[in-house]
Each structure stands twice: as structure tokens, then as C-alpha cells.
């Protein structure tokens, strides 16, 4: 403890997350290899286990590039530790309020998933998307900055679909992600939570710049966890995991009783010199087979011609841009008023332009000047007649 602040390990040591005595902790960590698999009808394998951290870190390694694009920051997303969780601990393992982000799937699969992040962490990405620096965030994040929030979230997990689309060889699409801000011990803002009683958590480590290093957490519903993993294993050839236990086992004992191809090299070592006379009578059989291609000398420009005149291909150029339409406009003048004044016009206002009368006009082509004149009638219309002009070279510069 120091400056009457408890530490990280002292909140976790309270929390019943390291064991004290022979008091049972509520969660332990993956490396404790005292991690929960079992809670009667709900269990997690060690495939589930490898295959849910194997595709959280595919999704999530594309949504921290994402996350660092918008940021402008570093991002990392990293070492995915997969558990399985009692719903009436959660408690405990979100002991403050957290921000909570609902993904649904729309196409590629059926259900949903949900991420919590610390609230601290949220306010910190809201911050640096708003033009801050990152290093005084507000305590209490408002609805401005969860709309900050949702809009990284909404970017990270698009992102990371994408990526999970190329892993599952499907299109996966999702709707737009749902913010809260959830306080499990006050039962605030938990409709969000999957309903099972027994969920998976997927923890990743957070680091963005020098601002946060913390961690992020993905809870998945029992089901919609195993759903993934026998698509991803029937994607990749593999096993279902309900029956990957039995098949395990007898893939073992078939590899020990059924020797592999590379026993027979010695034998074929033996027969290298009979064999060796047959290869080139093998290249010449596949020579023999290739088509004859029409092969002919190359035939080069002739450049002993006099090139044509710099003078005429600008001009055959030009030609080309002759009926392209342009818009010719006029300036009487200019003035500058203030709001005040604007608002003071009126039928019979008069306004002072910078010019004297009887001064010549400027004559724009695509709002860039050309050349002065003045102003005349013509059968009844008003007309302009050029009385100075910039030369040509200087018009074609303008355009």
C-alpha cells in the first residue's frame, strides 16, 4: 500500500483471486494451472481452450491495427488466456463498473459475444479520438465519449470480422456494437450479459502507447464458443471436440502400427545407380512433349525519324480540350460586413463596394482571372467588353 492507495495485487488478493490459507479462490489465473474446466454439464477441453485463444488472437491482432489507426498509437492486443466462468462471480471479477460492448453476428453465425473493457481505459481511447492526449481523462465518461467509445469498437470488431472471414472461409458480418456501462455488484447495465450460467472469458492484454496496460475481456456464451470451434475444426479438416477424446487415441496406436514411407529410403539409396541411367531419357520424353513455340526476331522501332515539333503535339493536344465547357463569371466588386450588419440588410439597403465607378470589372474563367473590361448592354442584356487581358500563356496557367 502506498499513499493510503491499495495496489493491483492487494484488490486482487481481496477479491479472492490469489488463494490465501485454505480459503478456495473464486478465479484463478491460467498460469495458476488451477483453472476451472468443469462445472458439471458445462466443461472446456483443452481443444476448446487452444482453439477460442487461437481465434481470439487472429480477431483481436487485426483489431488492435485497427485501434492504432485511429488512435494514431501504438496498440497491442495480446496473449489471449481462455477460462470458464460462473455468472454469479462475475461480481468479483468486475468488481467496478466496466464499459460493456454487445457484438451481435448477422451472417456467418448465430450468436453474440460480449466485450468489457475498464472504464478507465474507454475514457482514455475517448479521449485521444476527441484530440486529447491521452493523459487526463475524465473519471466519469459521458455520453459523448461512449459515443467515442462505440465508434472504436464499431471500427475494431468490423475489422476484426474480417479477419475471422478469412479464418472461417465465410462471410461474417456484424450489426453495429452496443455500448453500456455495467456494474455488476449494483446489477446496472448486466442485460448485456450472456444468460448462461456458465460462460467462456477470453482475456487479452490492452496496451496502448505509454497510456494504458491493462486488459480487455470477451465473454461467449458455452454454446455459440463450441459452435465456433467445430467450424473452425471442420474448416481445417480436424475434429469435432466431442469427438476428438476418442479418435485421439487410436490415431496414436495406427502411426505406431503402420511404419511410414520414409522406411523404404534405404532401399531406394541402394537402387540410385540402376535408376540414374532412366532420367535423361525421362527430360527427353518431356522435351519431346512440349509445343513448339513461334519464336521470331524482335523488331525494334525506328527511331532515325525526325520526331515531330514540340510545337505540334501541344497543339494536337490542346485541340482536345477546346469543347471542354467553362464557367465565366464577373466581379463587380467586394466588401466585408459583420453578422450584425448582415442581419441589418434590407429592402433599399444600399452596399459599398471597393470599387470606383467607372472601374474596370474582373473577368474570371473557373473562378481564376483572366482579364478586365467593362460593362455594356447588348439588346437589352448586360455584356462585358474586354479592355485588358492577360496573354495566353498566362490564361493557360490559370486554368
Given at each position: 500500500?502506498?499513499?493510503?492507495?491499495?495496489?493491483?495485487?492487494?484488490?486482487?488478493?481481496?477479491?479472492?483471486?490469489?488463494?490465501?490459507?485454505?480459503?478456495?479462490?473464486?478465479?484463478?489465473?491460467?498460469?495458476?494451472?488451477?483453472?476451472?474446466?468443469?462445472?458439471?454439464?458445462?466443461?472446456?477441453?483443452?481443444?476448446?481452450?487452444?482453439?477460442?485463444g487461437e481465434i481470439g488472437n487472429i480477431s483481436f491482432g487485426s483489431a488492435a491495427t485497427a485501434l492504432s489507426t485511429i488512435l494514431n498509437k501504438k496498440v497491442e492486443i495480446t496473449t489471449p488466456k481462455v477460462h470458464l466462468v460462473n455468472r454469479n462471480n462475475l461480481s468479483a471479477e468486475f468488481p467496478v463498473p466496466h464499459v460493456s460492448v454487445?457484438?451481435?453476428?448477422?451472417?456467418?453465425?448465430?450468436?453474440?459475444c460480449m466485450l468489457v473493457i475498464k472504464t478507465h481505459d474507454a475514457s482514455v481511447i475517448a479521449n485521444l479520438m476527441m484530440g486529447g492526449d491521452g493523459k487526463n481523462p475524465?473519471?466519469?465518461?459521458?455520453?459523448?465519449?461512449?459515443?467515442?467509445?462505440?465508434?472504436?469498437?464499431?471500427?475494431?470488431?468490423?475489422?476484426?470480422?474480417?479477419?475471422?472471414?478469412?479464418?472461417?472461409?465465410?462471410?461474417?458480418d456484424i450489426s453495429p456494437p452496443k455500448l453500456n456501462l455495467m456494474d455488476v455488484k449494483a446489477?446496472?447495465?448486466?442485460?448485456?450479459?450472456?444468460?448462461d450460467e456458465i460462460m467462456f472469458e477470453i482475456s487479452f492484454q490492452l496496451i496502448i502507447g505509454d497510456l494504458v496496460d491493462s486488459h480487455i475481456m470477451q465473454l461467449i456464451p458455452i454454446d455459440f464458443g463450441k459452435q465456433l470451434v467445430n467450424l473452425l475444426l471442420q474448416e481445417t479438416g480436424g475434429t469435432s471436440s466431442s469427438e476428438i477424446g476418442t479418435t485421439a487415441s487410436t490415431e496414436v496406436d495406427e502411426k505406431k502400427e503402420t511404419p511410414s514411407e520414409p522406411v523404404h529410403y534405404p532401399a531406394q539409396k541402394e537402387?540410385?545407380?540402376?535408376?540414374?541411367?532412366?532420367?535423361?531419357?525421362?527430360?527427353?520424353?518431356?522435351?519431346?512433349?512440349?509445343?513448339?513455340?513461334?519464336?521470331?526476331?524482335?523488331?525494334?522501332?525506328?527511331?532515325?525519324?525526325?520526331?515531330?515539333?514540340?510545337?505540334?503535339?501541344?497543339?494536337?493536344?490542346?485541340?482536345?480540350?477546346?469543347?471542354?465547357?467553362?464557367?465565366?463569371?464577373?466581379?463587380?466588386?467586394?466588401?466585408?460586413k459583420t453578422i450584425k450588419d448582415v442581419l441589418e440588410l434590407g429592402p433599399g439597403s444600399?452596399?459599398?463596394?471597393?470599387?470606383?465607378?467607372?472601374?474596370?470589372?474582373?473577368?474570371?474563367?473557373?473562378?481564376?482571372?483572366?482579364a478586365k473590361g467593362e460593362v455594356v448592354v447588348v439588346d437589352e442584356n448586360?455584356?462585358?467588353?474586354?479592355?485588358?487581358?492577360?496573354?495566353?500563356?498566362?490564361?493557360?496557367k490559370n486554368l
Open positions: 500500500m502506498s499513499d493510503g492507495q491499495l495496489s493491483q495485487e492487494e484488490i486482487d488478493a481481496l477479491l479472492g483471486h490469489h488463494s490465501d490459507g485454505d480459503q478456495e479462490p473464486a478465479m484463478r489465473s491460467p498460469e495458476q494451472n488451477n483453472v476451472v474446466k468443469d462445472f458439471g454439464d458445462q466443461d472446456m477441453s483443452d481443444l476448446d481452450e487452444d482453439v477460442l454487445l457484438v451481435n453476428y448477422t451472417e456467418g453465425f448465430q450468436g453474440s475524465n473519471e466519469q465518461i459521458s455520453d459523448m465519449e461512449m459515443s467515442a467509445v462505440q465508434e472504436a469498437m464499431n471500427q475494431m470488431m468490423g475489422s476484426s470480422s474480417t479477419a475471422m472471414s478469412t479464418v472461417f472461409n465465410r462471410r461474417i446489477k446496472q447495465g448486466i442485460e448485456y450479459l450472456p444468460k537402387d540410385a545407380a540402376t535408376l540414374a541411367p532412366e532420367v535423361p531419357i525421362s527430360y527427353a520424353a518431356k522435351e519431346q512433349s512440349i509445343p513448339q513455340e513461334d519464336v521470331r526476331p524482335v523488331q525494334f522501332s525506328n527511331f532515325d525519324e525526325e520526331p515531330k515539333p514540340r510545337e505540334q503535339v501541344a497543339s494536337r493536344n490542346l485541340d482536345l480540350l477546346m469543347d471542354i465547357p467553362l464557367d465565366v463569371s464577373v466581379e463587380l466588386g467586394h466588401t466585408k444600399i452596399i459599398e463596394l471597393d470599387k470606383l465607378a467607372g472601374e474596370a470589372i474582373d473577368i474570371l474563367v473557373n473562378q481564376k482571372y483572366i448586360f455584356g462585358i467588353r474586354i479592355t485588358e487581358i492577360l496573354d495566353q500563356s498566362d490564361r493557360l
